[in-house]
């Protein structure tokens, strides 16, 4: 049986063990990495900063959030808006595999950037166990590679500190519970960010859709959840398709992008079924985006398990 509390009071330890200095941590505002924060902040104290990067590929309002909660929690934030640098790098970039990658190192030399500022040595990462195993190495398939594991590049200038990599995310959520944390029930949100959500290349123009499309999602089902109209999934959100098809605006034709609707149930991001959405909730949720979002006049819903799919597409 799992033990929240003792698993605390070790990765302090280990933690106050490692680190020789002053640490930076990857913070997203997630569950992963709120809580590798938030034991960071109790073994390191003002020796530890947190970095939030906006790469362009943050849901709606995320910064805010993420400041809101980083503060509140007393840790020192560098807020770093790259996203221009990240769009650059992505430029014509079309394979999920090098999507990853280019992010992964692109992460690393921002936070090397400003460790540099803070005179730190280490970097703390909210890395789990799904993100390895599904990074593969060893007898490990690659399923994909995780921004923070098989997306790191092999020259880093910071010694890595992963508190929770043995951990899976039922764990993850009951080690924020245990902590108080406001995030403890909040959904996943990949590494890469909407990135990872476009299908193709991540343009600027794509990531602003998508990033519309996914708050109309989380808002909807969130909505209905909170109106007892359906339980609230593990994960939910849109993906931006590679495909354009015919429709109609007013009595004109229309030639616009495809959105696929995505919501899963799972407990440790390992397998997940699909969601059961009432058909009024999908309803409202194809009504608002593509009457809100004109660049956009079809939606699909996914209704693909994991195996044999993954959670997000890409």
């Not at 590798?36 to 309002?61: H, P």
């Not at 280019?102 to 166990?129: D, H, P």
């Not at 790191?152 to 245990?178: C, G, Q, S, T």
Request: net charge negative.
């Amino acid at each position: 049986m799992f033990d929240a509390e003792k698993f605390i009071e070790k990765a302090v330890e280990e933690i106050k063990s490692k680190v020789k200095g002053k640490a930076v941590i990857a913070t997203s505002g997630g569950v992963d990495s709120t809580v590798a924060a938030k034991i960071g902040s109790m073994a390191l104290g003002e020796n530890l900063v947190a970095i939030y990067v906006d790469t362009g590929y943050m849901r709606k309002g995320e910064g805010e959030k993420v400041k809101k909660i980083v503060e509140g929690m007393g840790i020192k934030l560098r807020y770093v808006d790259a996203s221009k640098e990240f769009y650059e790098a992505l430029k014509g970039v079309t394979d999920p595999e090098q999507k990853r990658k280019i992010i992964g190192e692109k992460f690393i030399r921002v936070f090397e950037r400003e460790a540099l500022e803070e005179k730190a040595e280490y970097l703390i990462q909210g890395t789990i166990a799904p993100d390895w195993i599904e990074s593969g190495g060893g007898l490990r398939d690659t399923i994909k590679s995780h921004h923070n594991v098989g997306g790191l590049p092999p020259d880093i200038n910071l010694e890595i500190v992963e508190p929770l990599r043995d951990l899976y995310k039922d764990e993850v959520r009951k080690v924020a519970r245990a902590l108080g944390l406001e995030v403890a029930e909040k959904q996943p949100f990949p590494g890469p960010g909407l990135a990872v959500r476009i299908i193709g290349e991540a343009t600027e123009e794509k990531a602003k859709v998508i990033r519309e499309a996914c708050h109309i999602v989380e808002e909807e089902i969130e909505k209905a959840a909170e109106e007892k109209k359906m339980s609230k999934p593990w994960q939910y959100f849109a993906v931006l398709l590679p495909v354009k098809t015919v429709g109609v605006h007013g009595d004109r034709r229309a030639y616009g992008h495809t959105i696929a609707i995505r919501s899963v149930e799972s407990v440790d991001a390992m397998t997940a079924d699909f969601s059961h959405i009432p058909y009024e909730v999908l309803d409202r949720i194809s009504t608002r985006i593509t009457n809100e979002l004109n660049e956009v006049n079809r939606i699909v819903y996914d209704i693909t398990n994991k195996p044999p799919g993954t959670v997000e597409w890409e």
